[in-house]
Antibody, heavy 121, light 107 residues
Framework: EVQLVESGGGLIEPGGSLRLSCAASEFSFSSYEMNWVRQAPGKGLEWVSYIGSSGSTIYYGDSVRGRFTISRDNAKNSVYLQMNSLRVEDTAVYYC??????????????WGKGTTVTVSS | VLTQPPSVSVAPGKTASITCEEKNIGTKSVHWYQQKPGQAPVLVIYYNNDRPSGIPERFSGSNSGNTATLTISRVEVGDEADYYCQVWDTSTDHHVVFGGGTKLTVL
């Protein structure tokens, strides 16, 4: 079964750092784009970051650019999100999602169950 | 900005339509996700009107002009969920954009 499993969430104080991981299984990980999407409590989905299949193309949402860094290790079938300078408003469930890209479209067809990040003093 | 109605209500067995509005959205590919409480999102429609395997034929989509629509026919109680539309915005920088979400209530 195609699967994504996130880990690394937790309680962290404002200004702190956290590294999320997402382990992929049962598909050719190195052939797919990957994403992080988050959802604050009671709110909608917010895209956080994208990384291309080789890791050479990266995009960020405006609210995290300059603070968060996405990376991947295709040998370990894993994608990561390094989160620095965390703010209270970064509190959310963080989902890892597999992307499917075409000439003029992009969507996410497989999602993990998410890991919870709480930023609070 | 993708604009969705906050809520839509429908009786079981009837048809639900959830809209997603943006100027000229018909020129983009729109994708739809279903999210039930406490669960991760699930892709239900991609590329405007294609269904992933395992998604019932009751789910369909359309996209033209300034409005994309997710239509759920013969609504079941189990369809009650939040639904999000999504596009890939390449106009300036590359961004994934989600609509604000619509809560579908099955009365």
């Amino acid at each position: 079964e195609v699967q994504l499993v996130e880990s690394g969430g937790g309680l962290i104080e404002p200004g702190g750092s956290l590294r999320l991981s997402c382990a992929a299984s049962e598909f050719s990980f190195s052939s797919y784009e990957m994403n992080w999407v988050r959802q604050a409590p009671g709110k909608g989905l917010e895209w956080v970051s994208y990384i291309g299949s080789s890791g050479s193309t990266i995009y960020y949402g405006d609210s995290v650019r300059g603070r968060f860094t996405i990376s991947r290790d295709n040998a370990k079938n894993s994608v990561y999100l390094q989160m620095n300078s965390l703010r209270v408003e970064d509190t959310a469930v963080y989902y890892c999602a597999r992307g499917r890209i075409g000439r003029n479209y992009y969507y996410m067809d497989v999602w993990g169950k998410g890991t919870t990040v709480t930023v609070s003093s | 900005v993708l604009t969705q109605p906050p809520s839509v209500s429908v009786a079981p067995g009837k048809t639900a339509s959830i809209t997603c509005e943006e100027k000229n959205i018909g020129t983009k590919s729109v994708h739809w996700y279903q999210q039930k409480p406490g669960q991760a999102p699930v892709l239900v429609i991609y590329y405007n009107n294609d269904r992933p395997s395992g998604i019932p034929e009751r789910f369909s989509g359309s996209n033209s002009g300034n409005t994309a629509t997710l239509t759920i026919s013969r609504v079941e109680v189990g369809d009650e969920a939040d639904y999000y539309c999504q596009v890939w915005d390449t106009s300036t920088d590359h961004h994934v954009v989600f609509g604000g979400g619509t809560k579908l209530t099955v009365l």
